[in-house]
């Protein structure tokens, strides 16, 4: 199988959350479905309503494994629609499910589901984990056991709508930051139940290596935009997210799962299609990229397919998708 080659093509899915649990990997994606709502910038035309979870005995594979319907937006109390890019985690034995949904007021927050294996299913908690908000959580669980969610997204993710701390639903129009510092994204502790927060919910700072302070609002081309994820190599944090509009997947490097993380490169140029949304995983020593374009659908920004590279570190922990020599 080459990197260029959908890992699924029996259906349609995105923002894959790449982990090793037991052995193998696990891909927690977005089930893209076909609709006739016009693209717009609020992402009415992700319709996304269930998860499937999919295995492979190692990127390498040729046999991607279909686990089924683990999750569906009928068994889950609190929301109304658009079930976004998940994220899973384990600890203590039992395995996490996290996921975006509009609420019934059509506010973004994040939910968990619960279960005994990596492929679900997954029993969702009757309502969203206290004092989250927008979207793609990311779940980051460190060798000491702490365990961070990482979240948040700009323009359809509603991520503008609370620099107040608060919900304001008239700002949801400016989309991002109009002046001055560009949006954070947002992380907070998890509790050892994985099921709320033990912190306050804090922002992530991205910071400029020129000037060591963080991106101004205009520099679209480094700013966050949405998909956070965080993985660990050789004692640093990588935080890597999605530029959005100018579809680039860039990474910052810092010394605490807290930050601040500064500003590293680009990973992954612009792909076929609007959005761009990664994860990083290790396996047996080696470290893959998993992501999506929308080849598969000819295009179709809304009907995308999960695909996956090799990456590699050099000497300074830069990442690149080229093998050192």
Same mark, same amino acid.
């Given at each position: 199988?080459?990197?260029?080659?959908?890992?699924?093509?029996?259906?349609?899915?995105?923002? =894959?959350?790449?982990? /090793?649990?037991?052995?193998?990997?696990? #891909?927690?994606?977005?089930?893209?479905?076909?609709?006739?709502?016009? *693209?717009?910038?609020?992402? *009415?035309?992700?319709?996304?309503?269930?998860?499937?979870?999919?295995?492979?005995?190692?990127?390498?594979?040729?046999?991607?494994?279909?686990?089924?319907?683990? %999750?569906?937006?009928?068994?889950?109390?609190?929301?109304? !629609?658009? %079930?976004?890019?998940?994220?899973?985690?384990?600890?203590?034995? !039992?395995?996490?499910?996290? +996921?975006?949904?509009?609420?019934? &007021?059509?506010? +973004?927050?994040?939910?968990?589901?619960?279960?005994?294996?990596?492929?679900?299913?997954? !029993? =969702?908690?009757?309502?969203?984990?206290?004092?989250?908000?927008?979207?793609?959580?990311? @779940?980051?669980?460190? *060798?000491?056991?702490?365990?961070?969610?990482?979240?948040?997204?700009?323009?359809?993710?509603?991520?503008?709508?609370? /620099?107040?701390?608060?919900?304001?639903?008239?700002?949801?129009?400016?989309? &991002?930051?109009?002046?001055?510092?560009?949006?954070?994204?947002?992380?907070?502790?998890?509790?050892?139940?994985?099921? /709320?927060?033990?912190?306050?919910?804090?922002?992530?700072?991205?910071?400029? =290596?020129?000037?060591?302070?963080?991106?101004?609002? &205009?520099?679209?081309?480094?700013?966050?935009?949405?998909?956070?994820?965080?993985? !660990?190599?050789?004692?640093?944090?990588?935080?890597?997210?999605?530029?959005?509009?100018?579809?680039?997947?860039?990474?910052?490097?810092?010394?605490?799962?807290?930050?601040?993380?500064?500003?590293?490169?680009? #990973?992954?140029?612009?792909?076929?299609?609007? /959005?761009?949304?990664?994860?990083?995983?290790?396996?047996?020593?080696?470290?893959?990229?998993?992501?999506?374009?929308?080849?598969?659908?000819?295009?179709?920004?809304?009907?995308? @397919?999960?695909?996956?590279?090799?990456?590699?570190?050099?000497?300074?922990?830069?990442?690149?998708?080229?093998?050192?020599?």
């Amino acid at each position: 199988m080459s990197d260029a080659t959908p890992l699924i093509t029996h259906v349609y899915t995105a923002d =894959p959350s790449a982990h /090793t649990f037991n052995g193998r990997v696990y #891909i927690y994606p977005s089930h893209d479905i076909p609709t006739d709502i016009v *693209d717009n910038d609020n992402g *009415d035309q992700y319709a996304m309503n269930d998860y499937h979870v999919f295995s492979m005995s190692s990127p390498e594979s040729d046999e991607v494994i279909d686990h089924g319907v683990v %999750l569906k937006q009928e068994d889950v109390p609190w929301v109304s !629609k658009q %079930l976004w890019a998940p994220d899973a985690a384990t600890k203590d034995g !039992k395995y996490y499910l996290y +996921f975006p949904a509009r609420d019934k &007021e059509g506010i +973004f927050r994040i939910g968990v589901a619960v279960g005994d294996a990596p492929e679900g299913p997954f !029993k =969702p908690d009757e309502n969203y984990i206290p004092g989250s908000y927008s979207i793609d959580p990311a @779940c980051f669980v460190d *060798d000491d056991g702490k365990a961070y969610l990482y979240f948040g997204g700009i323009w359809g993710g509603q991520l503008q709508c609370w /620099t107040t701390g608060k919900f304001v639903r008239e700002h949801y129009e400016n989309m &991002e930051a109009q002046s001055g510092e560009a949006l954070s994204p947002r992380v907070a502790v998890l509790n050892d139940d994985m099921r /709320t927060f033990a912190s306050e919910v804090k922002n992530v700072v991205i910071l400029d =290596p020129e000037t060591n302070k963080p991106f101004l609002h &205009e520099d679209h081309a480094r700013r966050f935009f949405e998909a956070a994820w965080l993985h !660990k190599y050789n004692g640093k944090y990588y935080f890597s997210y999605s530029t959005g509009d100018t579809h680039y997947l860039c990474y910052a490097v810092g010394d605490s799962p807290l930050g601040p993380f500064t500003y590293g490169g680009r #990973i992954l140029e612009p792909v076929v299609g609007w /959005t761009t949304h990664h994860s990083i995983v290790e396996f047996e020593g080696r470290w893959w990229l998993y992501y999506h374009d929308a080849s598969l659908s000819g295009g179709k920004n809304h009907l995308r @397919c999960v695909k996956r590279r090799e990456i590699w570190y050099d000497p300074e922990g830069k990442i690149t998708v080229v093998k050192p020599e």
